[in-house]
């Protein structure tokens, strides 16, 4: 039987569990909130790959992140191509993180937060990348939110970084009308409009908020899901059910006419054509039906 212990041999155990306390505490604290880093030491932190590593467009895509959701705010007001714009990005880190990138041809970026915490940040114009350094790391396998505020010039319709030099037929991103605009962002521009992980692979959800005045219409992806006036203007909702790659979004303002049909399987189509191109576009909107059943057929799937 083991004697009792003295009242030193107490005070010293009792200190030593103070201490381990202490220090788990401490551990605890200096982990973070969910999402921060808590990989293991074989599993450091490190920078995300600037590129997706494609051939064809270097430039694009960034690493060891999945984008699970934008959800990208406009605010349009006539007589100026500036726009007050908003993202916010919710994505999982495939490795433990201690800066990633984004796709992005922005006119400015105010302000960039990570997990809710101001970020470092910095904009490459002539690399079309975001480089962002979240305060503290991000651990492996973990859902994380970057919420950026920017701004937009839709007069910049600059060339991509594979155009060459000498002039030639290329697509306009930012298409700029009396009463609005439409984006187009294939096959490579859509972070012209938001900054992204601008890679076709990389499939995310979307949401669109618009504020505009209210007598011009917000039309875009997805399903409309609201549309609440405050004064002179109208914030208009749009969001998808389904995963999209990021260059086939579409938005826009103006005045447009709605137009409903089916395609294979009763497949619900919405199309929204200016009102002054209607009767020249009414035709060629008929036939998307039948371009789907084409492509099926062609695919081989659904």
């Not at 969910?34 to 270097?58: F, K, N």
């Not at 208009?236 to 999209?244: C, G, K, Q, R």
Request: no cysteine.
């Amino acid at each position: 039987m083991s004697p009792a212990p003295t009242h030193r041999a107490r005070r010293r155990r009792t200190v030593l569990m103070a201490m381990a306390a202490s220090t788990a505490a401490m551990a605890t604290v200096a982990a973070g909130p969910p999402g921060w880093a808590g990989a293991p030491a074989d599993d450091p932190a490190s920078p995300g790959a600037r590129s997706a590593g494609d051939r064809l467009l270097p430039y694009l895509g960034n690493g060891v992140y999945d984008v699970r959701s934008y959800d990208v705010g406009y605010t349009y007001r006539p007589g100026t191509t500036l726009m007050d714009s908003s993202v916010r990005i919710r994505a999982t880190a495939t490795q433990a993180l201690s800066r990633f990138s984004l796709d992005a041809a922005v006119d400015e970026i105010k302000t960039v937060t990570v997990q809710g915490e101001p970020a470092r940040f910095s904009l490459d114009k002539a690399g079309e990348k975001l480089d962002i350094t979240p305060r503290r790391a991000l651990g492996k396998g973990r859902l994380f939110d970057v919420n950026i505020a920017y701004r937009v010039d839709r007069s910049d319709n600059r060339a991509r970084p594979g155009d060459p030099t000498s002039p030639a037929p290329r697509l306009t991103p930012w298409v700029n009308k009396k009463d609005g605009f439409v984006v187009f962002g294939q096959p490579d521009r859509a972070h012209m409009f938001f900054p992204a992980n601008d890679y076709p692979t990389d499939k995310a959800r979307f949401t669109f908020r618009v504020t505009a005045p209210k007598d011009l219409q917000a039309v875009g992806i997805g399903t409309p899901r609201s549309r609440t006036t405050a004064g002179d203007e109208a914030t208009t909702v749009f969001s998808t059910a389904d995963e999209l790659s990021t260059q086939v979004v579409q938005v826009g303002v103006g005045h447009y006419k709605e137009i409903r049909g089916r395609g294979p399987h009763g497949l619900p189509l919405r199309s929204y054509v200016d009102t002054d191109a209607f009767d020249a576009a009414k035709p060629l909107v008929d036939r998307i039906p039948d371009q789907l059943s084409w492509f099926e057929k062609e695919l081989g799937r659904p």
